[in-house]
């Protein structure tokens, strides 16, 4: 009875997963396999934050995988080496996985198609499983990929993309392998998560998927950047962790149609674009994608106020404190944030991109990497001295101040859009706040970053 090995990366779903359907259709019986690869811990990639979310999607996994009478198999060790163990197991012919754009996904790939080749096996691995576009199948005559996201957003919608695959009734698979239970995930990163952080799994990816398509698809294009409003889908998380495919969101976004659903096909364009630019460019994960000759400040107090939400800014400290307790922050108050430590403050974009990574459930390489550059202006944004005022955005994006109010409790008592410049209320209601003055005059730091640019 031949057999395939299923292995489960960012793609922690039965539905519209190649890499499982690859497997099933190639074998009589499969291996569900999670290896908890003891490589991550020194990449900086596993937190408690995305640890705990991990968990929680490989145990809802496990359960799916039993209800159609397979199991999933956990191994804890070096990938490579718990694949090829287990593919000599099951004596299976294949293994599947999907395809990444990391620099450690691709180091793990080639050395996983030589160890299985050596051995006699074949490795297949799948494209479209983490983005909607597979890396690399579209890009301009001659070149490698798209540096703009505007002509990449053209070609990408002219793309062909698969239907989405249904989640398989049965899965057969080799019963007599060896498993570490779920919480072996643990081990990767202890410590406490943060406490708002959200429940992880394809199951409640797919239950909150279904509640904002009812309620926030429609009125997305006009309230994206509705700070207090929260209204984003907040689906990131899962869409990181593979929970949710983002093939099955573009077509559910393009059969609904409307102003709404095309706004956010163009958010999940955006995720590919990140992606097609790693693929192409893997040292922008670390080194300026386009270098603007930068002589970054060192100030380890400007940092820390913040990181800690104290930077006497309450849209700038909202969102860092918003960060710090749910683990996650709306995408208009990073581009805040980010614009705040990399131009008015001056400091180096990848001191912000280990911070947010340190904390951010949904953080991964692409998206946090090329986003903090193109915050900074060394990535492929083509205007890279846009400065974001944090008092203009929040006259823009939070005018009753209630997102300030929600996450910066020493202002909750502060009416009005007074909220936004505590520094100029009386001093007397000042003293009674317990929150700092600014740390940096915005002008001066605007000025010191256009000397710095030239």
């Known amino acids: 009875m031949s057999t395939s090995l299923s ?8 539905s519209d997963n190649p890499v499982l359907r690859g497997a099933l259709c190639s074998a009589e019986r499969i291996v569900p396999l999670f290896v908890v690869d003891r490589g991550l811990a020194g990449t900086g990639f596993a937190v408690p934050n995305r640890v705990a979310f991990l968990a929680d999607a490989l145990t809802d996994l496990d359960a799916g995988l039993r209800e159609r009478g ?3 198999v956990v191994r804890r060790g070096e990938a ?10 099951a004596d299976a012919d294949e293994v599947h996985i999907a395809g990444g ?7 793990r790939e080639r050395r996983l198609r030589g160890a299985l080749e050596a051995d006699g096996r074949r490795l297949r691995v799948h494209g479209a499983v983490v983005t909607a576009v597979e890396p690399g199948e579209v890009a301009p005559a001659g070149k490698d990929h798209f540096a703009v996201f505007t002509p990449y957003f053209r070609a990408w919608r002219r793309a062909g993309q698969p239907k989405p695959l249904t989640a398989p009734r049965t899965v057969g698979v080799e019963s007599g392998l060896r498993s570490e239970p779920v919480a072996a995930v643990t081990s990767l990163a202890p410590g406490s998560p943060s406490p708002g952080l959200p429940e992880g799994g394809e199951t409640a990816g797919r239950r909150r998927m279904r509640s904002w398509w009812r309620s926030g698809l429609g009125s997305y294009a006009d309230r994206q950047d509705d700070l207090a409003g929260d209204a984003t889908s907040r689906l990131s998380p899962y869409l990181h962790f593979g929970c949710l495919s983002p093939v099955e969101l573009v077509h559910r976004a393009r059969e609904a149609g409307g102003a709404g659903a095309d706004a956010f096909v163009r958010q999940l364009a955006w995720r590919d674009f990140h992606h ?4 192409a460019r893997p ?24 990181k800690a939400g104290r930077t006497g800014y309450p849209l700038v400290d909202a969102g860092m404190r918003q960060l710090r307790h749910e683990g996650w922050m709306h995408n208009r108050a990073r581009l ?8 008015t403050l001056y400091q180096d974009w990848r001191i912000g991109a280990r911070h947010f990574l340190e904390l951010l459930v949904d953080g991964d390489v692409a998206n946090n990497q090329l986003n903090w550059q193109w915050a900074a202006g060394t990535g492929t944004d083509t205007r890279p001295n846009r400065v974001l005022n944090p008092l203009a955005q929040a006259r823009r994006f939070d005018p009753d101040g209630a997102y300030v109010r929600r996450w910066v409790p020493e202002l909750a008592g502060v009416t009005g859009s007074g909220v936004h410049t505590p520094w100029r209320l009386p001093e007397a209601e000042r003293d009674r706040l317990d929150y700092p003055d600014p740390i940096v005059d915005l002008q001066e ?3 010191r970053f256009r000397r710095a640019r030239g």
């Open 7 to 14: 292995v489960f990366t960012s793609d922690l779903r039965l």
């Open 276 to 279: 097609q630019v790693l693929a």
């Open 101 to 107: 754009v990391s620099g450690y996904a691709a180091r």
């Open 445 to 447: 730091g605007l000025a």
């Open 80 to 89: 490579v080496a718990e694949i090829l163990r287990a593919a000599r197991q």
């Open 336 to 343: 805040l944030v980010a614009s705040f430590l990399t131009k």
């Open 70 to 72: 397979g199991r999933l």
């Open 283 to 306: 040292d922008a994960s670390y080194a300026d994608y386009r270098p603007r000759g930068d002589r970054w400040r060192e100030d380890a107090a400007e940092v820390a106020a913040w």
